[in-house]
């Protein structure tokens, strides 16, 4: 059996240029990546299994087919490798803004590639992540990167490995179809040189439809040694970045908030 962490995805900037006309955004957005997510687990089997355990098991129970199972059926129309046995141990929220989902594909390709000898740089592995979702790519890659395009363009660039990071998620799920209906259309500039600098354009348009992000982030933005303190993607989870693993601590326990979620973590 061999484990992947599905680790869960950081938008540090987010910027909406265009809608386009095949229905998706022009995108300009850093991805980061922190240590903690789901944990993937996968084996030969004689027949394709697939289960679901984990505290946000529950959420997904029952849909059958999802992004872990549509990777695994493409891996297997693209390389063979035969049936396999995964499991899927859910610890990041469902619709929440950290790639749960992409990242749990991704994670299903990478660790399928590494049990049939398959490169992690391989062009066909990209291509059936990028057509599995827009962020599947950049999990596959799981590093901090540039992303344009509907962020399948990747550049990688210096991350920031070791900073301590808070995400905190208000206990709701928002709907990424509808944070983008509500995007104001308006290009308010291109990601700059400094990204730490940049912006969630889909922060608004979350806060909208769930006004309690507008709290998590007032919250976080107070806090003593917080570097950077945003969204993450179309909400409803945001992150603060901290100067040091003691401040990240303290701001742990400062947010505790029935019916929130929340982990420290460390970019990776």
């Not at 995108?27 to 289960?51: N, Q, S």
């Amino acid at each position: 059996m061999l484990t992947e962490i599905a680790r869960a995805k950081l938008n540090l900037a987010l910027h909406v240029r265009a809608r386009r006309p095949d229905g998706y955004h022009e995108l300009e957005t850093l991805f980061a990546f922190v240590k903690f997510g789901d944990v993937l687990r996968i084996a030969p089997a004689a027949a394709p299994a697939f289960r679901i355990t984990g505290p946000f098991a529950d959420k997904l129970t029952g849909e059958g087919d999802n992004l872990v199972t549509r990777a695994a059926a493409r891996f297997a129309e693209g390389f063979g490798g035969g049936a396999h046995a995964i499991e899927l141990e859910k610890h990041l929220p469902v619709a929440s803004g950290i790639g749960g989902g992409s990242a749990d594909a991704a994670a299903t390709l990478r660790a399928l590639a590494k049990l049939h000898g398959v490169a992690l740089d391989d062009s066909r592995l990209f291509a059936i992540a990028h057509s599995l979702g827009s962020d599947v790519p950049a999990c596959l890659l799981g590093r901090t990167a540039l992303g344009k395009g509907r962020g399948e363009q990747l550049q990688p660039v210096p991350g920031m490995p070791g900073t301590p990071v808070l995400l905190v998620n208000p206990g709701v799920a928002v709907s990424t179809a509808e944070v983008f209906c509500r995007w104001d259309g308006i290009d308010h500039g291109p990601l700059g040189p400094d990204p730490l600098a940049g912006r969630n354009d889909l922060e608004a348009p979350a806060r909208a439809i769930a006004p309690v992000i507008g709290e998590v982030l007032a919250a976080l933005s107070g806090l003593p040694g917080v570097t950077l303190a945003r969204m993450s993607g179309s909400g409803a989870t945001c992150f603060a970045l901290f100067e040091t693993v003691e401040a990240c601590a303290e701001a742990a326990a400062a947010v505790k908030r029935p019916g929130w979620w929340s982990v420290m973590t460390k970019l990776a």
